[in-house]
């Protein structure tokens, strides 16, 4: 090791060992107020109200907290998958885009960002209740005899948080797009390939970064999603965030909601190591 | 909670100031015995129309008589649990839902009261608790839209809301619900306890189907005035403003289940003896008798109810009259087998 006024041995100054200062201040944030929470939740869920996983048995061991856990799963691959579809297009769109073009787009992906998540979902009730616009709408086109009841329920759901998770779909796949060398599109036809061929042979592998970026961040955010589901879900499609909720404020069963806290964790974490997995590592959320 | 509405999480950044305060203050803070009187008192409510009928009714004639102010804030029940467990008490007393202070009690969160200081002979049957009171009533009754359903066709009771053709509303909890279940089979009001869940997921069976189930108090008279829903069980608390402001609804309260809100101090909360005072002079008779004229919910003092117009008592839940025709909510049934009902309901609703 070098001495005290040494200037030779010590270690030259880096890039590297620079970021890795810069790591200090939000690791200890997280420390604090992330990681020593969270263990507390966790431990909370064994030790209370006696040692053991008695909490965990009350979980898996009845039918409707398993059918919970269940749903919220489903819910949060539907939406997922309904992003993406809508998504993907727009984003070519986008990405295809210049100048006031480009700016026009920009803002329709980014003007729902800055609407806050519950004037949203308010905002879907509206639409989805028996008086409301869609029923309106069906009504006089005579596409329904009667109004239909909707909401609360899972239609209402699926298009609500769709609706909220699509600009976190789109704006990976823009970034990845973006980023795709055009010259290798125009090889490809230089070289004769067709349109179809250029887009699944060319376009869409380079894109597939952005592709699984988008699907990690949405699926993720959908599995803890709270007040969507708690304004438009009924009992029929109970999510996992508004189970906890209530046995945490309204019953106070802490240790219970603990141990169902620590269970969608798991199963969010066991799902992520899947996921890397199946993209090996190209994630772009690592960094690759 | 939900009958009065706000239902935030935690507030970590109060939880902390608090904290900190309670650092601060168990180290340089005086002798319990020794202490002077505070100069403000902090007293957390539902918010909203009950905040402000509190305020003119109870905190303005205590600061009045004390010179003790009162700020007040959202009584968020994990809060209150959070902060008897870190030791860092702010609020002297908490208005909440009567069965959640139940639960509160039985999870050893609230202190015992002091009845030498509050005076409870006034007060009418089954409102006075060891470490909760009653401070007003409500009822969880039948409601209906006056557009949709033709005066004299609306239900009677529940068994004639279970027989009701058309849309319908409840609360989606084993709360209250329960107990208009076992009314509409035919259990009566005064047999309901100790409940029989099996009787009551069977007979809500009956109409599972056709129901909205609503969750916030905020919600239900929403969705009756907006014609959701026909008929719905609902809080008077919710339906009686829109009524007088001229919105299509109207309620009675045969069979009503009462229900309260309810007084407490948290354990552990800095200032005693002045939380017991306060809640003394909040169930005083001339207090209660101007808080029922802000709010429509029912005095706990019987001699209150001497002190009010004929009028006003007709929409009271605890005037005698009214009384006769509902049922209190056994909070204590619900403290001790809640957990039990709670996951037979949640099992029958989701299967």
């Not at chain 1, 519950?118 to 879907?124: A, D, E, F, K």
């Not at chain 2, 969705?223 to 403003?241: F, K, Q």
């Amino acid at each position: 090791m070098a001495r005290p006024g040494d200037a030779a041995g010590r270690r030259p100054w880096t890039l590297h060992r620079g970021n890795a200062l810069l790591l200090v201040p939000p690791g200890l944030f997280l420390l604090v107020f992330f990681f020593w929470p969270l263990l507390r939740v966790m431990a909370r869920s064994v030790i209370e109200p006696e040692f053991g996983f008695e909490n965990y048995a009350r979980v898996f061991g009845s039918g409707p907290y398993v059918r919970v856990l269940w749903q919220t799963i489903e819910t949060a691959g539907i939406v997922t998958v309904l992003c993406l579809i809508l998504a993907y297009p727009l984003a070519y769109a986008v990405a295809r885009a210049e100048g006031t073009r480009l700016k026009l787009l920009m803002i329709f992906v980014l003007v729902p960002l800055w609407t806050s998540v519950v004037i949203r979902s308010y905002g879907w009730m509206i639409v989805f209740q028996r008086q409301g616009v869609l029923n309106d709408l069906l009504l006089s086109l005579g596409l329904t005899e009667t109004r239909l009841t909707l909401l609360p329920g899972s239609l209402a759901v699926h298009v609500g948080m769709v609706h909220i998770m699509l600009p976190f779909m789109i704006l990976p796949l823009i970034a990845s797009m973006r980023g795709i060398d055009h010259s290798l599109l125009r090889a490809a036809d230089v070289l004769g390939a067709p349109p179809h061929r250029r887009f699944l042979e060319v376009f869409l592998p380079l894109s597939l970064p952005g592709v699984s970026a988008g699907v990690a961040l949405v699926f993720m955010t959908s599995l803890g999603f709270f007040i969507t589901p708690a304004l438009l879900g009924g009992p029929q499609l109970m999510m996992a965030a508004v189970l906890i909720e209530e046995k945490a404020n309204v019953e106070l069963d802490w240790p219970f909601a603990s141990a169902l806290a620590t269970t969608l964790l798991l199963i969010t974490t066991a799902l992520y190591l899947v996921y890397l997995r199946l993209t090996r590592g190209a994630s772009p959320l690592l960094g690759r | 909670m939900s009958r009065m509405g706000n239902c935030g999480g935690v507030d970590r950044r109060t939880l902390i100031k608090s904290a900190a305060a309670a650092t601060v203050f168990g180290v340089v803070g005086a002798p319990r015995l020794a202490r002077a009187k505070p100069s403000q008192m902090v007293i957390s409510t539902g918010g909203g129309a009950l905040d402000d009928a509190y305020r003119a009714a109870y905190f303005e004639p205590w600061t009045a008589k004390t010179g003790i102010a009162i700020t007040t804030g959202p009584n968020t029940g994990a809060k209150l649990k959070a902060m008897v467990e870190q030791k860092a008490v702010e609020w002297d007393v908490s208005q909440q839902p009567a069965e959640l202070a139940a639960t509160m009690a039985k999870q050893g969160l609230l202190e015992p009261l002091d009845y030498s200081i509050i005076d409870k002979s006034p007060l009418i049957k089954g409102v006075a608790f060891d470490h909760f009171v009653m401070g007003d009533i409500a009822a969880y009754h039948i409601a209906w839209n006056t557009k949709l359903v033709k005066p004299g066709a609306e239900p009677k009771d529940w068994p004639g809301f279970w027989a009701f053709a058309g849309r319908r509303g409840l609360w989606k909890r084993p709360y209250q619900t329960m107990e208009v279940a076992l009314m509409a089979d035919g259990v009566d009001k005064d047999k309901l306890y100790p409940l029989d869940v099996d009787r009551a997921l069977k007979s809500l069976s009956k109409i599972k189907d056709g129901v909205y189930w609503w969750e916030r108090g905020a919600q239900v008279a929403q969705i009756l005035i907006d014609g959701e829903v026909e008929v719905t069980a609902a809080w008077n608390g919710r339906i009686y403003d829109p009524k007088k402001s001229g919105a299509p609804v109207d309620y009675h309260l045969n069979q009503a289940l009462l229900v309260a809100d309810a007084w407490v101090v948290p354990k552990g909360a800095p200032n005693k003896r002045e939380s017991m005072e306060f809640i003394a002079l909040a169930l005083a008779a001339e207090r209660q008798a101007a808080f029922a004229q802000k709010l429509p919910y029912g005095p706990v003092n019987g001699d209150a109810l001497k002190l009010l117009p004929k009028e006003t008592l007709a929409i009271l839940p605890s005037a005698e009259e009214n009384l006769k025709r509902s049922t209190f909510l056994d909070v204590n049934w619900w403290a001790e087998n809640g957990e039990r009902a709670e996951a037979a309901f949640s099992n029958w609703i989701t299967g």
